[in-house]
């Protein structure tokens, strides 16, 4: 089993900066990929970033030069810097993990940003 506990959200003003961690543990590699999504009312849930098992990151268009993930393997926690926050960026924030086909999501934390 894997458990992903995502913490950090919370209210912030257009402009602003929040960090998301994402804090795995069970049965997962320090250098497992990683990724987060992000959900708002009546939509689907989509991609926002990713950090491969080498390091390596990849971010949806919509928050490319905004938004950085990155890991702490000592940790085993997976964090998502996001600045220059805009309204659109409110959502609710998902961690995700594929482990041996499985797949795990974490609880969510809600962002919120006000013009």
């Known amino acids: 089993q894997v458990q992903l506990v995502e913490s950090g959200g919370g209210l912030v003003q257009a402009g602003g900066s929040l960090r998301l961690d994402c804090a795995a543990s069970?049965?997962?590699?320090?250098?497992?990929?990683m990724a987060w999504y992000r959900q708002t009312a009546g939509k689907e849930r989509e991609f926002v970033a990713v950090i491969g098992s080498r390091g390596s990151t990849n971010y949806a268009d919509s928050v490319k030069g905004r938004f950085t993930t990155s890991r702490d393997s000592a940790k085993n926690t997976v964090y998502l810097q996001m600045n220059s926050l805009k309204p659109d960026d409110t959502a609710v924030y998902y961690c995700?993990?594929?482990?041996?086909?499985?797949?795990?999501w974490g609880q969510g934390t809600q962002v919120t940003v006000s013009p």
């Open positions: 995700y993990a594929r482990v041996d086909g499985r797949t795990y």
């Open positions: 069970g049965s997962i590699a320090s250098d497992n990929s």
